[in-house]
């Protein structure tokens, strides 16, 4: 029996239905271990692998929150000691997620982003001051545009993460609340695309989200990012005005969303985490806007059948691979080795699109050949029919 050791928050906990997984897990040849982060690691292990979200520690452990320092430093200690047992996203990775002009950064060095001139982060700039004049010039070096989005820097740590603000004009320059992260609206019919990956498997799953808007000379909008793109999420926000009603449907290409997913993997070394894209109204091209780690995947209704069989391929093959190899540190093996699990998993990894939270969408693509005939599974009826592309 391999040991799972696992830390995330009772919220999450519940949310996802953890512990009623157990017996999924023990059938598999997994036993799940809570890990208790207040105690040492080392009487709890051994751990062959560790899931996590730990985000939230680490958002106040660099706040310089004490018992926050010890949790990580425990955690990164039993890693560093522990090079056979397989970390899920490592506190660097991380490090990276937590604040949002990082995040940005590290987007803009991933290859798909160099490769494919339809995927795009909006400009974006970090403000750190009030300064109306200081920030009217970063913003204007930086080609910000009107209207654009306040995000607080700190993506994660607190509920203020996800208060933001839309900013119309230079008069609302004045509710800039530093430090945040300000990035040009992308127009995008309101229609969110959460990839969500689980190792090398990608989802998209479709969500409400902002309507089109216009620079003006409105007062600035504020608002609460979990009341805007929940599965269910009515806010005045989500309304299309008319006059957008008749700008065509947005249809998303399931390969470059998938690509997407495996692009910021590679690049951002993460397992368990999602990616928030937005296609372009007018040009159509794809906007990265928010990366997650450890995501709700609400919508993924088999998330445990899938991540279960992707514990098993980091415990089987690529452990092997590790265990053999005596030339050099293994976790520094490890590392290496990711990527090239991942080239020899795309073959089989399969996308799916939920559409109106009712019917999953399969795509298949062959030999990584684009396919434009999809599946429909409704989860309800358990029929299912085919469709072509512009038929969604
Ligand atoms: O489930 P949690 O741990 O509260 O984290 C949520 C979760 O990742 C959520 O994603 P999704 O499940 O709705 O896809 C994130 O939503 P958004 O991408 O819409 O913001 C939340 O931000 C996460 O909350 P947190 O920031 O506390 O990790
Ligand atoms: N650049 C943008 N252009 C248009 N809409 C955006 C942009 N950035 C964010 N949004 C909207 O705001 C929501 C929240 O932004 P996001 O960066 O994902 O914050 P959070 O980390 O709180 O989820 C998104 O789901 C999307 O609806
Ligand atoms: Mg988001």
Known sequence: MKRVGYWISE??????????HRELFRNAGFELVKIDLTAPLE???????????????????????????????????????????????????????????????????????????????????????????????????????????????????????????????????????????????????????????????????????????????QATICFDTQEVSKRDSTHFLNQLDASDLDSSPVVPDMERLTEVGRSIRRAMRLDLFGVDVIIDSEIKSYAVIDINSFPGYDGIDNFFDILIDYLKDVTGDLKNKIEESNNEDSLQVRKRLKPETEKTDEISSESYLNIEAKNILVQDVPNGLVNNQYSFVNKHSNTIGNSATNGL
């Open 43 to 217: 009487q709890q292990g051994p751990f062959d692998v560790i899931i996590h979200k730990l985000t939230d520690y680490l958002a106040k452990a660099n706040e310089g929150y004490q018992p926050a320092q010890e949790y990580i430093q425990r955690m990164q200690m039993y890693v560093q000691d522990h090079p056979e047992c397989i970390m899920m996203d490592p506190i660097d990775s991380l490090q990276k997620l937590l604040n949002r002009n990082k995040q940005y950064k590290s987007v803009l060095k991933c290859d798909l982003l160099s490769q494919d001139s339809s995927v795009f982060t909006p400009t974006f700039v970090q403000l750190t001051t009030k300064d109306m004049e200081i920030n009217r010039k970063k913003l204007t070096e930086a080609k910000v545009t009107y209207p654009f989005v306040c995000k607080p820097t700190a993506s994660h740590g607190s509920r203020m993460a996800h208060m933001m603000a839309i900013i119309f004009n230079e008069e609302g320059l004045k509710d800039i609340n530093p430090p945040c992260v300000a990035q040009s609206f992308i127009n995008h019919n309101a229609v969110l695309f959460k990839i969500f990956v689980i190792g090398s498997k990608v989802f998209v799953v479709e969500r409400p989200s902002l309507k089109n808007l216009y620079p003006s000379d």
């Open 11 to 20: 919220k999450k906990s519940k949310k996802l239905n953890f512990e009623d």
